[in-house]
């Protein structure tokens, strides 16, 4: 989609953090933007920021965890705008520190399983069963972006890093069916590393049946020290605004697989290797290498 500027743009997780810097950059790309969150205050005072400055915008709360909340966010995006060329299934929501805080997954609660899941996975795939089929039915030249994580591509990441590699595996089997199809639709899926976001913060928004299973005095000493310093190098992250950079030029270009820095190359490319030897990947080394990073012991910044 080489031309942005007319077309519509539809972005869950909208009000803050990555979804935020995306509406800006496609709104100052000439695009029309829904901004879709579950967080009212926030996402009314997102959407008359960007109002304020003369942009094309418009706000729906959705809740992307339950089917029936994106397909009316189908629905508004059509009644405001006519059709819809981006979507951005970016929603994401995490438990502790990206998996590293919080105890082994067999000892998890079923809760935090359902949560996660409910966001970070489903939420996608609420996503694309709303709106493939309007892209496909309006026969013009589309793009989605789905918000995965460099957590996608390596060893761990408890809930968090199951969800994210479910969200690479399902992008990619979406563009292999859209190839098949001949639709004239890309697709790109996003890997963000270390940037600064609420997502150390996302237990705002859990009510009802999701409430917190750890909380205050009952998080352990050493998941506290790792939490704080977690939140402490988000603070340092990349601005989402770059981010939302990368994603028009991912857009413009077609790109499938966006990562927005080089910090987890090695790691990365280590994967084949355990793949094709057959041999798991090396838990400490891996597991320290997350620890080191979050703790700032290696110059780095926090993960989203």
Request: aromatic share 6%; net charge negative; proline share 4%.
């Amino acid at each position: 989609m080489e031309e942005l500027e007319g077309k519509i743009a539809v972005i869950t997780g909208a009000a803050s953090g990555i979804g935020l810097g995306m509406a800006t950059r496609f709104a100052e790309a000439g695009m029309k933007v829904v901004m879709a969150d579950i967080e009212q205050p926030v996402l009314e005072k997102a959407v008359a920021a960007l109002k304020d400055a003369e942009h094309d915008v418009f706000g729906v709360v959705a809740d992307v965890s339950h089917p029936e909340s994106v397909e009316e966010l189908a629905r508004e995006a059509v009644r405001e705008y006519g059709a819809v060329h981006v979507l951005c299934n970016n929603a994401g929501v995490t438990t502790g520190a990206i998996g590293v805080a919080g105890g082994p997954i067999w000892e998890l609660p079923q809760e935090d399983w359902d949560w996660v899941y409910g966001i970070n996975f489903w939420g996608v795939l609420h996503g694309l069963r709303a709106f493939v089929p309007l892209m496909l039915e309006q026969g013009d030249e589309c793009h989605i972006v789905n918000t995965a994580s460099v957590a996608g591509f390596i060893p761990g990441g408890s809930i968090y890093g199951s969800t994210k590699k479910g969200v690479v595996a399902l992008s990619e089997t979406l563009i292999t069916q859209l190839e098949m199809a001949e639709a004239s639709i890309g697709v790109t899926v996003l890997c963000p590393s270390w940037v600064r976001t609420e997502i150390g913060n996302s237990s705002r928004n859990r009510t009802g049946d999701f409430k917190d299973t750890l909380t205050g005095d009952d998080v352990p000493e050493d998941s506290r020290a790792m939490l704080g310093a977690f939140e402490s190098a988000v603070r340092d992250g990349q601005d989402p605004l770059d981010i939302g950079d990368m994603v028009v030029d991912a857009v413009k270009q077609n790109r499938f697989y966006l990562f927005t820095d080089h910090i987890w190359d090695d790691v990365i490319e280590m994967r084949p290797g355990y793949v094709l030897a057959g041999t798991p990947p090396t838990p400490g080394e891996e597991s320290l290498r997350m620890r080191a990073q979050i703790m700032g012991e290696e110059g780095t910044q926090a993960s989203n």
